[in-house]
Every structure is written in C-alpha cells, then in structure tokens.
T-cell receptor, first 112, second 106 residues
C-alpha cells in the first residue's frame, strides 16, 4: 500500500532553473493538494485539484504551475526557481472536500 | 475561503502536564474540523476530527470539541508525554493554521 509518494525527496537547484516535483497517489482520491512549509508561516496551500483537469489556486500560487491529466498524479512545476522558493513541499490527497487529507513525506527543495 | 488562527508556540511542558492549544476559525458554513500532528522529519497525519457542531474528536488521549458558537476547536490533553513532542496544526478543511510546536520535557 504505497499511499502517496513524492519525488524527488531532496533537490538542490540553481536560481532560474525549472524544477518539477512529482506526486503520485494510489487511493484514487478526487482531491489533491500542494503545500509549502516554511518556518514562521506554517503550512500554506499553493494549488489544489478537485478532479482530473480541474485545478485551483491556493494562498501562494505565484511562480508555480500544476497539471492533473490523470487522477493519480499531480506534478508541481517551478518554472524559474527563486531563492524564496526554498522550502519543504508536501503533496496531499483527500477523497472529498472536507474529508481527511493524507500527506506525503515531503520534498526538501533548496534553490541556490 | 476558510482561515484559522492558532495559538503561537513554541509550547514547552513537563511530562504529565495539561495541554491546551487554542484554535479559532472563520469559515463559510460548517466545515469539518481537524487537528493534524507532524513528528520530526515526517509529513502531517490526522490526529482527530469532528464533522459537526458539538462533536468531540478524540485520539491518543487528545480531545477537541467543535464549538459552533465560538468558532473554536481547541486541542486538549490531560497528561502529556515526551512522545507527544511534535508540531500540531488546526485545519478547517484544506487551510491550515501556522502550527504550534510542543516540546515535552521529562
């Protein structure tokens, strides 16, 4: 039972490069989410998706792009990475709006 | 959208002390309310939840009651243990509070 998996777990990249964080879930959950976690800011929602081909902005979407062509995958792309995007990124999924959210283990991204 | 105000930490307690972490929220309608816990180096996991007013969620000795009239969902535990040291997040749906770091000392 893999649940929800993120890759890569750790990444160092340079300013201006494109980076994609992958997320895969095996539960067939309708909802998927991307959060970033930073000291002093807690957990902030970047984007979420209610179903395949449906995505919506969260609290901090600028600089990020998402897609959801398949229910099980929800990649997050930083089109031109900046140092302020150094963070821990969590992918998550849930069966329905208002249901429990299940988190991946996180992807540690450092932009130098 | 929903938003949440959570008691700022860090909170440091001695083992067997009583814990309260305050959480108030604003929301459209009456969303399900959640507390999640994050142990060091891990992702978040559900601690407890309540789906309607006056419901009490409980797990591992932690409790929280859905208070519609005060829009609150405070987390309590009567006797904390060292193993409870973690960051706790309140969430009315998909939006999360800032998290409260709890350290329990022996």
């Amino acid at each position: 039972d893999a649940g929800i998996t993120q890759s890569p777990r750790y990444k160092i990249t340079e300013t201006g490069r494109q980076v994609t964080l992958m997320c895969h879930q095996t539960w067939s959950h309708s909802y998927m989410f991307w959060y970033r976690q930073d000291l002093g800011h807690g957990l902030r929602l970047i984007y979420y998706s209610a179903a395949a081909d449906i995505t919506d902005k969260g609290e901090v979407p600028d600089g990020y792009v998402v897609s959801r062509s398949k229910t099980e995958n929800f990649p997050l792309t930083l089109e031109s990475a900046t140092r302020s995007q150094t963070s821990v990124y969590f992918c998550a999924s849930g069966g329905h709006s208002g249901n429990t959210i299940y988190f991946g283990e996180g992807s540690w991204l450092t932009v130098v | 959208g929903n938003s949440v105000t959570q008691m700022e930490g860090p909170v440091t307690l001695s083992e067997e002390a009583f814990l309260t972490i305050n959480c108030t929220y604003t929301a459209t309608g009456y969303p399900s309310l959640f507390w999640y816990v994050q142990y060091p180096g891990e992702g978040l996991q559900l601690l407890l939840k309540a789906t309607k007013a006056d419901d009490k969620g409980s797990n591992k000795g932690f409790e929280a009651t859905y208070r519609k009239e005060t829009t609150s969902f405070h987390l309590e535990k009567g006797s904390v243990q060292v193993s409870d040291s973690a960051v706790y997040f309140c969430a009315p749906g998909m939006r999360f509070g800032a998290g409260t770091r709890l350290t329990v000392k022996p």
